[in-house]
């Protein structure tokens, strides 16, 4: 079965930067992208970028560009988002997630669609002096 | 970027309700909307892709509707392990969230 493990909880220094790793089971780990949602307490999900395991190619959200960086370690199946410059804000709970992939039809193709179909669990990161 | 507005931002529901979450996207994204369930502490798990298939293992108490921007989720009688806060998705362009539905006991 698909699980996505995560590190554990970090706390840090504003200024600082944050890696956190997702290590991937279950399936083969180039065949999908892995992307980042982060959730601050109380708030809603916002989606960070992707990273697409087989060739190490990005995209963030703009939000996120300048700080965040994607990187991937084939051999060990695992992920890698690190967080520079952090603040208070980055105060969140961030999440790895597997791409799962969906169609909708119409009378003349097929569309592929991305979701997010499977999570792991959540590394808590607290942003404090 | 995309805007997903979500409405209503909360609401008070008995068990055997139906509920209903709309979610309205910015501009038209055909059918390139998911939605997801979170529960306190946990991850979100996805429940509706490209707006009106169930994921594997997902009640069929649970569908969706809608195509370009409107879009609706309805839990067709509501259960005990159904409140939670529910998201909208779009993958039309980069990915972006709603703001959340979260659904609580009346």
């Known amino acids: 079965q698909v699980q996505l493990v995560q590190s554990g909880a970090e706390m840090k220094k504003p200024g600082a930067s944050v890696k956190i790793f997702c290590k991937a089971s279950?399936?083969?780990?180039?065949?999908?992208?892995i992307h980042w949602v982060r959730q601050a307490p109380g708030q809603g999900l916002e989606w960070m970028g992707w990273i697409n395991p087989n060739n190490g190619g990005t995209d963030f959200a703009q939000k996120s560009q300048g700080r965040v960086t994607m990187t991937r370690d084939t051999s060990i199946s695992t992920a890698y988002m690190e967080l520079s410059r952090l603040t208070s804000d980055d105060t969140a709970v961030y999440y790895c997630a597997r791409e799962f992939g969906g169609y909708f039809h119409d009378s003349s193709a097929s569309y592929y669609v991305g979701s997010f179909g499977y999570w792991g669990q959540g590394t808590l990161v607290t942003v404090s002096s | 970027d995309i805007q997903m507005t979500q409405s209503p931002s909360s609401l008070s529901a008995s068990v055997g309700d139906r509920v209903t979450i709309t979610c309205r996207a910015s501009q038209s994204i055909s059918k390139y909307l998911n939605w997801y369930q979170q529960k306190p502490g946990r991850a979100p798990t996805l429940l509706i892709y490209?707006?009106?298939s169930l994921q594997s293992g997902v009640p069929s108490r649970f569908s969706g509707s809608g195509s370009g921007t409107d879009f609706t989720l309805t839990i067709s009688s509501l259960q005990p392990e159904d409140f939670a806060t529910y998201y909208c998705?779009?993958?039309?362009?980069?990915?972006?969230f709603g703001q959340g539905t979260k659904v609580e006991i009346k």
């Open positions: 279950g399936y083969t780990f180039t065949d999908y992208y």
């Open positions: 490209a707006a009106s």
């Open positions: 998705q779009q993958s039309y362009t980069t990915r972006t």
